[in-house]
């Protein structure tokens, strides 16, 4: 989460440097609240900027100006990037072929200054910077954490700063024997390499260290480093255009070849397997991928200083690559432009970008199937609801606010007798269709942390809504108790109700399970490879299912095997539904793609385009924000 900069130029630098004090965690016993129903009240339709009167959350420190808190005794500058188009040179022409219009897809990216001040464009998001901080060194490098589309910052002497991404330990503060020049994040972002210019390399988090240059003769400095994803390894670059290669393939290189300018960058293609070298006059270096163009031989106002390359997850945009010059100008090919900083005075030169996640305006959060399982209602985060099948058009939400800053649908859950259904918001706001009647809601109350769940108590036609810290709130619903406090670095994504009321499961994103009332124990998910992101009870309360990001699903207690939708999802997974006789699954995709397993049928889905299929990063959309906010609230990161 964070403030978007309207016009990211020297003169305007809008930081929503607001601070927020830490509410105490409200109680968690059953409590009436005020109806809801269908409609918010007018008050509620506001922007993001009052976070506190907004959401009814008070999430604070969503945007922390306080380097200290986030990160190391140093900070790297680099640029991030999203698409954009043009910059204060000539944009390169695109050479990538024609596409489908994904129009609901932005992708963004930063850039950075010497100073660690950020610049965000596209759907790029500013969650704080380094302007005015004084700091050991200066920015060298930035790269953005792909669970969380945060990003760091690496200084030259070895300190690094985070901004919505996890601190995983720096140089700061200890001798080098050269200054840092780049950083790299390891493919699932759980650490990352600094690069020296003496070719020592520094390994962090899971960032396995496969060797370096230090200690032997280098024809010139090392200028940047790049991962391998396919790999794990990587590839070190001297600004004679050596490439140097740690358990990654070597392609090739420039190095004992006439340059008419140094390199100063590298960057990798997930697509291809390759990787371009970038001069500081803008040539371009193809070894193993295609060549989209390049600004060699043309007037530059400023020299290029660094590189960003398209994602995977954003594939469906470009599949190439920008440069960004020292004076803030982009030039694109094969990627879309969202805009420069070229032309306008900037405070220090820019040293570096970086590529944020292509952003779904409208993510799917789930859906709920008829009486018949012969339909379902497939809800989106703005509060749309899509039927299928045999599935009556009951009405939509009409939600305020972003889906990627956290003012959003979050969860849906169909009546007892699957005639209706409830739809929760982030700020515990509900909204009833068909024969769902409120009872209440945390909408315009207190809360630690976004309301991410809710559960139906079918005894009672009342509900549960569950926190992303574990918290349970019940309504009309007898309070069973919560795992509110138990985080251990984890949060909770996912809440299921015995099918008496008289008890629920609550489930954290590691696979634990909390067992509440007559729920009973039937496991936990140990070790998953990607997040948990839900967990649905079978129709006797004796089992359960739970189901990660990539479709792996896993069946416990009584609950049947039903197989798994791994290496088929087009997106990450956000929702999971079970047919009336448990012998079937549905799983949404954030992308609105359905997904049956055993007898449950697919009837229809509000996918954009089914071709779209992409690398997933762990967490993506709303829940990367909330997991973003929860590291700050509980760990004060």
């Not at 790299?184 to 650490?191: E, K, L, S, V």
């Not at 393939?249 to 697509?271: D, E, I, Q, R, T």
């Not at 990627?335 to 070229?342: I, M």
């Not at 985060?381 to 990627?404: E, H, K, M, R, W």
Request: proline letters at 7%.
């Amino acid at each position: 989460m964070g403030c978007r900069r309207s016009h990211p130029t020297a003169d305007s630098r809008s930081r929503c440097d607001q601070t927020r004090a830490i509410p105490s965690a409200p109680a968690r016993a059953p409590e009436p609240s005020l109806s809801i129903g269908d409609v918010l009240p007018p008050a509620r339709r506001t922007t993001f900027g009052a976070l506190a009167a907004v959401f009814a959350v008070v999430l604070p420190a969503l945007v922390v100006l306080l380097p200290a808190s986030l990160a190391s005794a140093g900070t790297v500058a680099t640029m991030t990037s999203t698409s954009s188009s043009g910059s204060s040179g000539h944009v390169g022409t695109t050479a990538s072929a024609p596409r489908p219009d994904f129009s609901t897809r932005e992708d963004g990216y930063i850039e950075v200054g010497s100073d660690g001040d950020v610049y965000p464009f596209g759907s790029a998001f500013f969650l704080g910077s380094l302007a005015g901080v004084r700091i050991n060194g200066h920015i060298v490098a930035s790269e953005v954490d792909p669970n969380t589309d945060g990003y760091w910052l690496a200084a030259s002497d070895g300190g690094v700063f985070s901004f919505g991404a996890p601190f995983y330990g720096s140089m700061g503060g200890h001798p080098l024997n050269a200054p840092v020049v780049g950083m790299a994040p390891t493919p699932d972002g759980r650490g990352y390499w600094l690069a020296a210019a003496d070719g020592g390399v520094f390994s962090f988090g899971d960032a396995h260290f496969w060797g370096s240059m230090g200690g032997k003769y280098l024809n010139a400095p090392v200028v940047g480093v790049s991962a391998d994803d396919a790999t794990g390894g990587y590839w070190l670059i001297a600004s004679d255009g050596g490439v140097f290669s740690f358990h990654a393939p070597f392609h090739g290189s420039m190095g004992g070849h006439h340059l008419n300018a140094p390199m100063v960058g590298m960057g990798y293609s997930p697509k291809y397997g390759g990787y371009w070298l970038v001069a500081a006059d803008g040539g371009i270096f193809s070894f193993g991928n295609p060549f989209f163009g390049s600004m060699g031989g043309h007037h530059l106002a400023a020299p290029v200083v660094g590189m960003a390359v398209e994602p995977l997850a954003n594939m469906a945009l470009g599949t190439g690559y920008r440069l960004v010059a020292s004076d803030g100008g982009i030039f694109t090919f094969g990627a879309p432009f969202r805009g420069s900083l070229g032309g306008s005075p900037l405070p220090a030169p820019i040293v570096s970008m970086a590529n944020t996640l292509s952003n779904y305006a409208e993510p799917t959060i789930g859906l709920v199937g008829t009486a018949t399982d012969k339909g379902y209602w497939e809800a989106a985060s703005n509060g749309t609801v899509s039927p299928f099948g045999d599935a009556v058009n009951l009405g939509s939400a009409q939600i305020p606010g972003n889906a990627a800053i956290g003012q959003a649908g979050t969860a849906i859950v169909g009546t007892a007798d699957s005639e209706g259904y409830f739809i929760t918001d982030a700020r515990g706001c509900l909204y009833t269709f068909g024969d769902a009647v409120s009872a209440g809601s945390m909408c315009g109350r207190p809360l630690f942390a976004p309301v991410v769940a809710i559960a139906l108590d079918k005894a009672t036609g009342g509900y549960w809504q569950m926190g992303l810290d574990g918290g349970v709130f019940s309504f009309d619903a007898p309070f069973h108790g919560s795992a509110a406090g138990d985080y251990d670095n984890h949060v909770f994504v996912g809440i299921a109700a015995t099918p008496d009321g008289g008890g629920y499961w609550e489930v954290r994103d590691d696979g634990t399970v909390f067992p509440f009332g007559d729920a009973g124990n039937f496991g936990s998910w140990a070790s998953p490879a990607v997040p948990v992101v839900a967990i649905a009870s079978t129709p006797d309360g004796q089992g359960y299912w739970m189901v990660d990001a990539y479709g792996d699903v896993r069946p416990f207690g009584d609950a049947a095997n039903l197989g798994t939708e791994v290496g088929k999802v087009t997106a990450d997974v956000t929702g999971l539904a079970v047919t009336s006789d448990g012998g079937g699954l549905w799983l949404t995709s954030a992308d609105g793609n359905v997904y049956g397993l055993g007898d449950a049928k697919v009837y229809g889905s509000t996918v954009n385009d089914s071709a779209y299929v992409r690398q997933l990063p762990l967490r993506v959309g709303l829940r990367a924000q909330w997991e973003m906010v929860s590291d700050r609230i509980l760990h004060g990161g």
